[in-house]
């Protein structure tokens, strides 16, 4: 596998169920991403890892559960979500800084998504 | 403050003309990144121009950056049917390279 990974690719929930979505990246970043992209709204960063350190949680409710065990690894734990909350998460990873919050960061790359639907 | 903002957000052309996308910014900025993203995928990225850049290309894409007037514009020529997709700029402007991301602009070329 090349670049990076997501699964499920489709996922459907009910409110009350436990949920994980997972990314890898296969190209030695250091930084990795979760991004929430509803209809008519734009991109929305959610968390940031530099070196397996969360280093940003942009105001995500904690039915949104994050962890990063490695590098190449990353998920989005869900629970209790509600129906708003329908989307397509995506994840991204990229390179630079050396896990400092300087730049320069490289472009992202980005996973082809999981479109999740909670019922 | 909407960082990113594109315009139009929809533009329809005919297969080989050229197609133009703007975008617009608040803040200052390390780079920024224009992405394609077919429907419903992941975003590809196609071009970061750092705010010590003016333009740059690649292949069929020109891409210039004008820092006084916080704007960036994305050229497409000859322009393909399978260009059709929606174009993003995004700003890197914080640390660890977060990007924010405009509404998109939406290409239709038609064959």
């Known amino acids: 596998e090349t670049g990076v990974t997501q699964t499920p690719r489709h996922l459907v929930m009910g409110m009350t169920n436990k949920k994980s979505l997972k990314c890898e990246q296969h190209?030695?970043?250091?930084?990795m991403y979760w991004y929430k992209q509803s209809a008519k709204k734009p991109l929305e960063l959610m968390f940031v890892y530099s070196l397996e350190e969360r280093v940003e949680n942009n105001s995500v409710p904690s039915r949104f559960s994050p962890e990063c065990p490695n590098s190449s690894h990353l998920f989005l734990h869900l629970h209790t979500l509600q129906p708003e909350d329908s989307a397509l998460y995506l994840c991204a990873s990229s390179q630079g800084g050396r896990g400092m919050p300087g730049p320069p960061y490289g472009e992202q790359y980005f996973g082809p998504g999981t479109r999740l639907t909670v019922t | 403050s909407q960082q990113g903002e594109e315009d139009p957000q929809a533009l329809s052309i005919q297969e080989g003309e050229n197609a133009t996308m703007n975008c617009s910014y608040k803040t200052s900025i390390n780079n920024l990144q224009w992405y394609r993203q077919n429907s419903g995928r992941g975003l590809v990225h196609l071009i970061l121009?750092?705010?010590?850049?003016r333009e740059k290309h690649s292949g069929r894409l020109r891409v210039t950056l004008d820092t006084s007037k916080k704007s960036s514009s994305l050229l497409i020529t000859a322009s393909r049917a399978a260009d059709t997709a929606s174009y993003f700029c995004?700003?890197?402007?914080?640390?660890?390279?977060?990007?924010?991301f405009g509404q998109g602009t939406i290409l239709t070329v038609h064959p």
């Open positions: 121009i750092r705010s010590n850049e």
């Open positions: 995004a700003t890197d402007r914080g640390s660890y390279g977060k990007l924010t």
């Open positions: 190209l030695g970043h250091n930084a």
